[in-house]
């Protein structure tokens, strides 16, 4: 299984990105795809999840109305739009997936494979 992140890079406070999360190698067709990210010296936390559940987003609070998580099954691909980006947003983003899993998990235990870091930056 590999999943590969991109998308990342320096913008300016109030900017926008979008993350993209590609993912190959499993044939299950339930599965959970997340973002967490990682700041320097902070534990990696959860961000977004779409689910295996009629395609079901959920958001942690501090990226509610700010972030959109979306899927592209046809090109196996996830994206995270990120809009009104703040400095607190910087970290590096991570792309993981959840095999078998119908409803979205929300700790980085619960799922079985991640992709490397894209370092998202904001700063003026």
């Known amino acids: 299984v590999q999943l590969q992140a991109s998308g990342g890079g320096l913008v300016q406070p109030g900017g926008s990105l979008r993350l993209s999360c590609t993912y190959s190698g ?22 977004s ?3 295996s559940s009629y395609g079901r987003t959920y958001y942690a609070d501090y990226v509610k109305g700010r972030f959109t998580m979306s899927r592209d099954s046809a090109k196996n691909t996830v994206y995270l739009q990120m809009n009104s980006l703040k400095a607190e947003d910087t970290a590096s983003y991570y792309c ?12 980085v235990d619960e799922y079985d494979y ?9 700063s003026s």
Do not use: H, M
């Open 26 to 47: 499993f044939t299950s067709d339930y599965y959970n795809i997340g973002w967490f990210r990682q700041a320097p010296g902070k534990e990696r936390e959860g961000v």
């Open 114 to 122: 991640w992709g490397q870091g894209t370092l998202v930056t904001v």
């Open 49 to 51: 999840c779409i689910s």
């Open 96 to 107: 993981a997936i959840d095999i078998g899993g119908w409803y979205c998990k929300s700790t």
